[in-house]
């Protein structure tokens, strides 16, 4: 018999052999981490035969939508054990957080994928592509000094998440609220270390990056994170890192949101010929590796300004989580019938208008949609949204945004 309920701390043994079976808890020092998460947010199970056999997590958080912070649900920790596998649970389990989350007053809600098409049957849609570039850092195109920065350790995982919080931030970016998620990466970091510096006025930390490797002596070495203000802080950044290449022969960093790291390299083809085939390859590995979804409609366009013309259309909206919830089970996801206008002031309201054209889409694609990931003419081509061709196009101008980009890996 399945159940889905609320995590309970004598689902903790349970929960812990559900992360080792596959493979998230390989120290028992990694447990301490899953109790960061556990820590962090709500935490629900999917029992079989009385026992915990799948679990999900989930973080608040916020997104920033041009210039308006948007409260946010990250699902994490998504797991299921090896005998509760093709049962149904993630998935239901999913449906039931995400419905708690509104309750919350959540607008959106974005997680990682192991693969396309799993979070599609809960309403999400694909994000934007992230580029990760491996490069050498004897590359970088800078000569910059940088100062003595400080060292940073898992023990100032506090700092460290203010300063992320505070770095600057683009169309798109999130920022988990616990610091305990940050911690929680910290000890999962295979040999990893911070370097930053705390120029605020009280000392605070200000710039700062966090690295981990599994080969200390040369490298690969991987940014997991990069935290800045301002382009001097960046440059100072980048400089750290130049500064490792007398013994690392690789590094590889998530391009920061709005910044080409091709810019910053000396010849990138040569170093990429030289280096292929090797283990500090030169490379840009590209994916959309993150989803979303729109959990409350009236109130992310409510927070939505635009500055273009207005658009007004009737949104027939589509919202298959509704499947994975019972009848009776209050929110249901988005599915129905709106009037909308997206520009200066947008809003969503029950109800269809005649003289109106209609937006037939799915929540997934509307998400993409309202996001930015891509236009509303190319997703009638390969998503599920249609509608008249003046609208797409209209629709095209009015949401003309800059490319979404979380920057903070969940």
């Known amino acids: 018999m399945k159940v889905f309920r609320q995590y309970k701390q004598s689902d903790r043994e349970a929960v812990s052999r559900i992360w080792r079976e596959v493979g998230w808890i390989e120290k028992k020092e990694h447990e301490l981490a899953l109790d960061d998460v556990l820590a962090s947010g709500q935490t629900y199970v999917a029992e079989l035969d009385g026992e915990a056999e799948c679990m999900v997590n989930t973080c608040p958080g916020t997104l920033l939508y041009l210039s308006q912070d948007i409260p946010v649900s990250i ?30 007053g959540s607008k959106l809600g974005l997680l990682g994928v192991f693969d396309q098409g799993f979070y599609n049957r809960v309403g999400f849609g694909n994000g934007t592509y992230e ?28 700092e460290m998440h203010v300063s992320r919080v505070r770095r600057l931030r683009r169309h798109g970016s999130c920022s988990l609220v616990p ?53 001097k802080q960046l440059i100072e950044l980048l400089s750290l ?48 590796y993150w ?36 009848s009776d089970s209050g929110w249901r996801g988005q599915s129905g019938n709106y009037i909308v206008n997206l520009g200066g002031e947008s809003y969503a309201r029950p109800g269809k208008d005649g ?11 509307f998400t993409r949609l ?22 797409l196009e209209g629709l095209d101008r009015t949401l003309c945004l800059p490319s979404p980009h979380p920057d903070w890996e969940f």
């Open 75 to 104: 699902v994490g920790g998504v797991v299921t054990s090896r005998i509760g596998r093709r049962q149904g649970l993630a998935s239901g389990l999913v449906a039931r957080s995400l419905r708690n989350e509104v309750s919350g």
């Open 131 to 158: 580029h990760w570039y491996t490069f050498d850092p004897a590359d970088i195109a800078l000569d910059e000094k940088p100062r003595v920065p400080v060292r940073l350790t898992a023990e100032n995982w506090e």
């Open 179 to 231: 610091g305990k998620m940050t911690k929680a990466e910290l000890i999962w970091s295979k040999n990893g270390f911070g370097l930053g510096y705390r120029d605020g006025d009280q000392g605070e930390l200000t710039h700062h990056f966090w690295v981990t490797t599994k080969e200390v002596e040369h490298g690969p070495y991987e940014v997991l994170w990069m935290a800045f203000q301002t382009k």
């Open 241 to 288: 890192l130049k500064g490792l290449s007398d013994q690392v022969h690789s590094v590889r960093l998530c391009e920061p949101p709005g910044i080409q790291l091709q810019d910053l390299l000396i010849h990138p083809f040569r170093t990429r010929r030289i280096t292929k085939a090797s283990k500090h390859e030169s490379r840009i590995f590209s994916a959309a």
């Open 291 to 326: 989803q979303a979804r729109i959990l409350d409609l009236p109130g992310c366009l409510e927070l939505t300004h635009l500055h273009a013309d207005d658009v007004r259309f009737n949104l027939a909206l589509t919202d298959p989580i509704g499947r994975f919830l019972d």
């Open 355 to 365: 003289s109106l054209p209609t937006l037939k889409c799915s929540v997934n694609s």
């Open 370 to 391: 309202w996001l930015g990931v891509t236009q509303a003419s190319v997703l009638s081509w390969t998503d599920d949204l249609s509608g008249p061709q003046e609208l």
